[in-house]
């Protein structure tokens, strides 16, 4: 198996973050890119919850705002975390994660997916984003789990 694409999913949580030394070692061993990417969520599957009483233009403005601020935040990810990589990349989708991660597998054409098994809503023994991912991709995935202490 040759590595030349390694898709970093992450969602900025704690948990998300103990991928990182992995991706770093593994993107050094192959001389691998590295492709960072943050999902955020569709705002407008919120919408029943604030009904017809939020301007769309509002909606529009806090949905920008949410991609300044994940591509600033993935940037500083990058120069503080990926010095030592060959190369990275950034990617922001919109919709739902585990889906998005698919569609980045394909499109970057990635040749593995690390990732942690858990992220901002850890509340399943295995993340469902994660679940989701392992179980559909078609590349391997290697997954950690961010509750085991590390030596």
């Known amino acids: 198996m040759k590595i030349e694409k390694i898709l970093w999913p992450t969602d900025f949580s704690k948990a998300a973050s103990v991928a990182e030394p992995y991706v770093v070692s593994l993107s050094r061993k192959y001389d691998a890119e590295v492709h960072l990417l943050h999902v955020s969520e569709d705002l407008s599957r919120f919408e029943h919850y604030w009904g017809s009483g939020l301007d769309p233009k509002h909606v529009k403005e806090i949905h920008e705002f949410g991609l300044k601020l ?6 500083e990810l ?6 030592g990589c060959a190369r990275y990349f950034i990617h922001i989708m919109q919709g739902d994660p585990a889906q998005e991660i698919l569609t980045a597998i394909r499109t970057i054409g990635a040749d593995l997916v690390v990732m942690a098994t858990h992220g901002m809503k850890a509340i399943f023994p295995f993340g469902s984003v994660a679940e989701r991912v392992v179980k559909n991709s078609p590349v391997p995935v290697f997954t950690v789990n961010p509750n085991i202490s590390r030596p």
């Open 70 to 75: 994940s591509r600033e935040r993935l940037e």
């Open 78 to 83: 990058c120069s503080r975390k990926l010095t």
